[in-house]
Each structure stands twice: as structure tokens, then as C-alpha cells.
């Protein structure tokens, strides 16, 4: 990771602070919020390019600039924070296309500052003032090398990892209107406290959120949520695949899960079939999906050398499948029914494996266990709060289970903790997906003593947990 780069994501997410949202905001509400919500914006995008240095990751740093300039900030703002942190937002997402990969030495640091008309010079200089006026902001520039102690990822924004004094009253403000049951501000809340203490959030789940799309983000913070609770929904459930399936019964108002009887050589020859007769069908449009594409070749090498390596058969398939996701995104490929199917099929065959093939799920649970664990009493206790919630709009045999994992996870640790953790929060997963429906959220109204839309912020209460302690 480059130096400057990191010190521009450091100095945009250290910069959030003077433009927190707080319960006292009163001051021309409506375009203050699009501008903090691009702020924040920002400072995710340059977090997940500093990390991920793609063209994919570059289009969301090019949107929000665009964004951000497109704002009459100094009209409205005159000359205050606001202003200063919204320009330093756009100086530094118009630096880092200048930069270079390797531009980390002393040399390269000083002929960039040095260059009154390159735009790591505007960012610079857009940010000093702030610094000047907010000492806690200031580190960086003090050193000749800014940065070059926070070179890695998941490094706190300060040394003590602690909020300094005279941001104190703001982030406390900013606390308690992201707390309150469906705010807006949860997600970035919880990101600025990884960002905080260096306790990211993963870095593949910020790059999903970087890449929502512009209309969300025009239409304020409440539409960029939903987006997000979406995203981080199906991001738990691919991480934690689970051999049933959760479902909804419309008759009862009730969720139960059923069993999905697979044979993993079975399971294995139909993936196959599919993806091949998917991919044969994705040829024949007019996407840009062909033989050189990325995702064209990780199928072909799958099917022609792969047939018996299930976990080689779901990690080929799984970066075919980043790779059409991205390439949508950043207009590789550009959006058609048969590539959509593609990717469809790929998405199921990546989880089904590791939901049901003993050897991809092994493995797989060799790689997330380690991040499964639960130690504060907060969240144990919040865990057997809201599982009584989801018990009561549950059939017998799940609110069991739920009861039971809930709590082996509030009294356990290690493995047996981390098996628990697993199906929980692996179903919860599912049963937030599934209520997405609104006609889901009228039954649970109808038939059970918790409102639906209650359910839904149980469900996200415990997604949000589960991420913020998700260790990347």
C-alpha cells in the first residue's frame, strides 16, 4: 500500500469527525446531510482503494468527487468546517489518480507536495488548515513523511486509539442519533469505530458498500441504508452457508428451516452442468463476455482440469464470479439477462458447496472460525434479548435451535462458541433476507406479538453485530 495513499485515507476518515451527523443539527438540514453523507462516502472509497488499487475500485472515488463537486459548498457553508473537510474530501479523491503504486519514498512524498498544480498538492494544502485548526487532525503533517507509521491496513487513526478530546463531544452526539432504531447512520458509525480502533470492518464487505449505486446515494442517507442492510445481509449468509434452507410460512406467520438433501458427488456433477450450460448461454450475448474475459477463463480451466477438487471447483468459481460482479460494475461487461443468469448460478454453486460439500465446508470453516468470536457480556446479552424476539416468530424446531445457539454462544468460547455463532448468525442472515418482502413483514404483523417491522430491526440489530465483530 502506498504511503500517500493511506495518508489520504487516514487524513479523509480523521477529517469525518468535524462533520459528524449530531442531535443539535438544525443548520440547512437537508443539503448538510447529502454533504456529510459524501464525506463519508469519500472516506470509504479512498479506505477501500488504498487497499484494493483496481480501476474497480477507482470508480466509486471518481462518482463521489463528481458528487461532491457538483454541491455549492462555500455558497451555503461559507468558509467553515464543512467547507474545508468537503474540499480536502475532493482535492484528496482528485489526488489519487496522480499517484502511483509506488510512490511511497521520501522523494516521491516531497516532489508531489512540492508541485503547486498536481493534485496532491490541493489535497495537502485543503487539508492543512484543517489541521492547523484541529491539532488532533494535524499528526500527519508534522512528520516528513505523513503517514508512514499507518501504512497497513486495520491501523488505528490515532496512536491510542482513542477519540481525542475535542472531537469527544461530537462523536458522542453522532452515537446517539446513529443508536436510535433504524437510523441511517448505523453502518457509518460502526465503520468509524473500526476505522477508530483499527478493528476494520472486512474489507471486501466496504468494497461491496463503495460500489452501491448512484441513485441510492443521490437519494440520501435513509436509501443508502437499505442498500447496505441488503449488502451486508447476503455478504453473512454467503460467509456463513448453512446445510437448510430458512423459509417463510405464509400460512403461520412463521420461519422454519428445511433440509436440502444434496450428495456431495451429486452436488458436484450438477454444479458443473449448470455453470457449463450457463456459461454457453452468456456466449451467445453481446456483454463483452468471451473468451479472454477473466471469469471465461477460471470456468474453462474448472471444467477441463478441476472435476475432482471441490475446493478448487468453489474458489475458481467464486473469483469468476468477483469478476462479472466487478466487471458490471465498472462497464467491462456491460448488464444483460444471460450474464445475470450466469452469475446467479455461479452465486448458488459457490454456497451450495460450501454449505454442503463436506470437503469445501471444512475448509471453509477452517478459514472463518477465527473470526467467530464473541467475548464482550454486551453482546452476549444482546444476543439472548433479540433470540426471544426471533423465537416468537419462529416454528418449534428452529426457536429451539435458536435458543439453544444462543445460549451455547453467551456461556462457551473457542470452537464449540464459534460452531454456535455459526448457525445463528448464519440463519439470521437468511431470515433478513427473506424479510425484505414486504408481504413477509404484513403476516409477522398479523400473527405474531412483535410488529414485522420490529423483526427487521431484531435481525439488522444482530447482522451489525456480528460484522463489527467480524475480525478481517
Known amino acids: 500500500m502506498s504511503i500517500i495513499k493511506n495518508f489520504l485515507a487516514n487524513s479523509s476518515a480523521r477529517a ?27 472516506a470509504l472509497s479512498l479506505n477501500v482503494l488504498a487497499v484494493f488499487p483496481t480501476s474497480e475500485a477507482r470508480l466509486p472515488v471518481i462518482k463521489v468527487r463528481k458528487a461532491l463537486e457538483s454541491t455549492q459548498i462555500g455558497t451555503i457553508f461559507g468558509h467553515t468546517s464543512t467547507t474545508l ?53 494535524a499528526s500527519p503533517f508534522r512528520t ?21 478530546g475535542e472531537f469527544e463531544e461530537a462523536f458522542r452526539s453522532f452515537e446517539e442519533v446513529a443508536s436510535h432504531a433504524l437510523s441511517p447512520w448505523s453502518f457509518w458509525h460502526l465503520w468509524l469505530l473500526g476505522r477508530l480502533t483499527g478493528v476494520e470492518v472486512d474489507p471486501l464487505l466496504q468494497k461491496r458498500i463503495a460500489q452501491i449505486e448512484d441513485f441510492a ?26 446445510s437448510d434452507q430458512v423459509s417463510f410460512d405464509s400460512a403461520t406467520g412463521l420461519f422454519f428451516t428445511q433440509q436440502v438433501p ?30 479472454n474475459s477473466t471469469a471465461w477463463m ?34 467491462t461487461y456491460q448488464p444483460d439477462g444471460k450474464l445475470t443468469a450466469l452469475e446467479q448460478v455461479l452465486d448458488r454453486a459457490v454456497t451450495d458447496l460450501r ?54 454462544i453467551s456461556t462457551t468460547a473457542g470452537e464449540v462458541q464459534s460452531s454456535a455463532i455459526r448457525r445463528f448468525f448464519g440463519r439470521v442472515a437468511q431470515m433478513r433476507i427473506v424479510i425484505r418482502s414486504s408481504e413477509v413483514v404484513k403476516r409477522i404483523d398479523a400473527s405474531s406479538g412483535y410488529k414485522g417491522t420490529r423483526i427487521v430491526q431484531t435481525l439488522q440489530s444482530l447482522i451489525d453485530l456480528i460484522v463489527g465483530a467480524w475480525s478481517g
Open 16 to 42: 469525518l469527525f468535524l462533520v459528524l451527523p449530531g442531535s443539535g443539527q438544525t443548520k440547512a438540514v437537508k443539503e448538510l446531510t447529502r454533504i456529510q453523507l459524501l464525506c463519508f462516502r469519500a
Open 85 to 137: 473537510v468537503a474540499a480536502g474530501q475532493i482535492a484528496a479523491t482528485r489526488s489519487v489518480f496522480s499517484l502511483t503504486d509506488s510512490a511511497s519514498s521520501s522523494g516521491a512524498w516531497t516532489s508531489l507536495n512540492d508541485n503547486p498544480s498536481g493534485y496532491f498538492h490541493q489535497a495537502y494544502m485543503m487539508f492543512k488548515p484543517v489541521a492547523e485548526a484541529w491539532p488532533a487532525i
Open 144 to 164: 516528513e513523511q505523513p503517514g508512514q507509521s499507518e501504512v497497513e491496513w486495520a491501523a488505528p487513526l490515532w496512536a491510542d486509539s482513542e477519540i481525542p
Open 217 to 242: 446515494w443521490d437519494a440520501g442517507p435513509e436509501a443508502v441504508a437499505i442498500e447496505i442492510d441488503r449488502i451486508q445481509a447476503e455478504w453473512l449468509a454467503e460467509q456463513l452457508p448453512q
Open 262 to 291: 444434496l450428495d456431495a458427488v451429486t452436488l458436484v456433477e450438477t454444479t458443473l452442468k449448470q455453470v457449463e450450460f450457463a456459461r454457453s448461454v452468456a456466449a451467445k450475448s453481446n456483454c463483452g463476455f468471451n473468451s
Open 298 to 331: 477460471y470456468i474453462e480451466f474448472t471444467l477441463e482440469s478441476c472435476r475432482g477438487d471441490a475446493n478448487a471447483i468453489e474458489q475458481n468459481l467464486e473469483i469468476a464470479l468477483q469478476d462479472i460482479i466487478g466487471g458490471l460494475k465498472d462497464s
Open 355 to 408: 454449505a454442503h460439500h463436506p470437503d469445501v465446508a471444512e475448509a471453509w470453516e477452517a478459514r472463518v472460525k477465527h473470526k467467530l468470536k464473541l467475548a464482550k457480556s454486551s453482546q452476549k446479552q444482546l444476543i439472548i434479548e433479540r433470540a426471544t424476539e426471533l423465537i416468537s416468530v419462529s416454528h418449534d424446531q428452529l426457536g429451539t435451535e435458536l435458543e439453544l445457539d444462543a445460549k451455547t
